[in-house]
């Protein structure tokens, strides 16, 4: 069978029928069937608004591959970026090492999705008898790519175990961090999951949740065809406050969210607070078909615990709700723990052209890794789930 491998400077250049047929079916084993992050609709609309593309250090030089006639049989979703903003796994470091070496790191290739600390496919393939070696041909052209952009790396990022695989088999640097998720071990209600932690960590979440509402707030569950402009008006604001405070730069604009919700707001859940008949916070989420994945929260008032109760207690209630298997709740927070997520590891994939830089790099890695594994393990050790000795 003869290949060939394409750029397309946008998801324009690309039938969205084509590419979900490859995105939504390159999930295997624990993967979620239906990751929402890779289909065509998220990541057009990131393009669609302007939060994505050459203006914005973001240039989209997607991958696609295809047989003969024409039929798309692998896909990457890959960008030139001139900046390591957005990213969730860091290498400024490696960038302001190699820039007083007399380096230049910047352009590099990101293959991952924009400001999406979600682990799942980068090289979108289909679970086809040919999968491995059309992901071995994805990389090739990555690495043929890196070579025509002048870029000095490529780094493939949040990455499901058969794609890792598919990297370091080629030679890729891996790199490990870690997250916390909570998982669902069959709870019929949110009670069922309490019953399942120590009786002070019961508690003390009872006691977070009832505090978070005691000023008068209402937490209303909005999705679908429910979701209206004004709600995105609301939840924008906390956004753009919350993002303000703490990041700088917010990087999702207003007219991102309403393309959103028009392309998938059955995939969408909000969870908003009101209080006096007006919100105050929110969080907006993504639904997979067995994963809910929390992603951004804002307020416009503070109230004590209404962070965890909007952002991890409300997604624990969706998730029972919907039979889901797991919520992701996003990036860092060893404070999650107590409320009953547990730590996972995610890994990413590195590949770089300066051989000093590889080797520096590498010494680095391999001693975070283990940093990384024993963390992990100190911190399984202090989940609040009861103990077999315990009552």
């Not at 990555?142 to 952009?149: G, K, P, V």
């Not at 007006?278 to 004590?304: F, K, M, Q, S, T």
Request: glycine content about 8%; proline content about 4%; charged content about 25%.
């Amino acid at each position: 069978m003869t290949f060939q491998v394409k750029i397309a400077q946008g998801l324009k250049g690309v039938p969205a029928a084509a590419w979900d047929a490859c995105a939504l079916g390159a999930g295997s084993g624990d993967d979620d069937p239906f990751n929402p992050f890779v289909s065509h609709a998220f990541l057009s609309a990131l393009e669609d608004s302007g939060c994505v593309g050459a203006g914005a250090g973001w240039a989209p030089v997607h991958l696609v591959v295809e047989d003969q006639t024409g039929q798309v049989l692998g896909a990457a979703p890959c960008y030139v970026k001139s900046h390591s903003q957005g990213e969730y796994v860091f290498d400024h470091s490696w960038a302001d090492a190699y820039a007083r070496a007399g380096g230049r790191y910047y352009p590099k290739l990101q293959v991952a999705v924009p400001f999406t600390p979600v682990t799942g496919p980068r090289l979108l393939v289909p679970d086809t008898p040919r999968a491995g070696e059309v992901r071995s041909i994805l990389i090739a052209g990555l690495r043929a790519l890196r070579d025509q952009t002048g870029a000095s790396s490529i780094h493939a990022t949040f990455l499901q175990q058969d794609d890792l695989d598919a990297f370091t088999g080629q030679s890729f640097l891996r790199r490990d961090d870690q997250q916390f998720h909570w998982f669902n071990e069959g709870y019929g209600r949110f009670e069922d999951f309490l019953a399942a932690l120590a009786s002070r960590k019961r508690k003390a979440i009872r006691r977070e949740r009832r505090d978070a509402l005691s000023p008068g707030i209402a937490i209303e569950w909005v999705t679908g065809r429910d979701i209206t402009e004004a709600h995105w008006d609301a939840f924008f604001a906390f956004y753009m406050d919350t993002g303000s405070r703490k990041w700088g730069r917010p990087y999702l604009n207003r007219r991102f969210f309403s393309l959103l919700g028009e392309r998938m707001a059955d995939r969408v859940l909000l969870v908003m607070a009101k209080r006096e008949g007006r919100y105050v916070a929110g969080a907006i989420n993504l639904i997979g078909d067995r994963r809910l994945y929390g992603r951004n929260w804002g307020c416009i008032e503070d109230h004590p615990f209404l962070h965890f109760e909007v952002c991890y207690y409300q997604a624990i209630e969706f998730a029972i709700a919907h039979g889901l298997d797991r919520v992701e709740a996003g990036a860092q927070g060893e404070h999650k723990l107590a409320r009953g997520y547990r730590p996972v590891i995610t890994s990413s994939a590195h590949d770089i052209a300066d051989a000093s830089l590889r080797r520096a790099v590498q010494a680095y890695l391999d001693q975070e890794r283990l940093y990384v594994a024993e963390a992990a393990e100190e911190l399984a050790e202090a989940t609040p789930f009861r103990h077999r000795d315990e009552e």
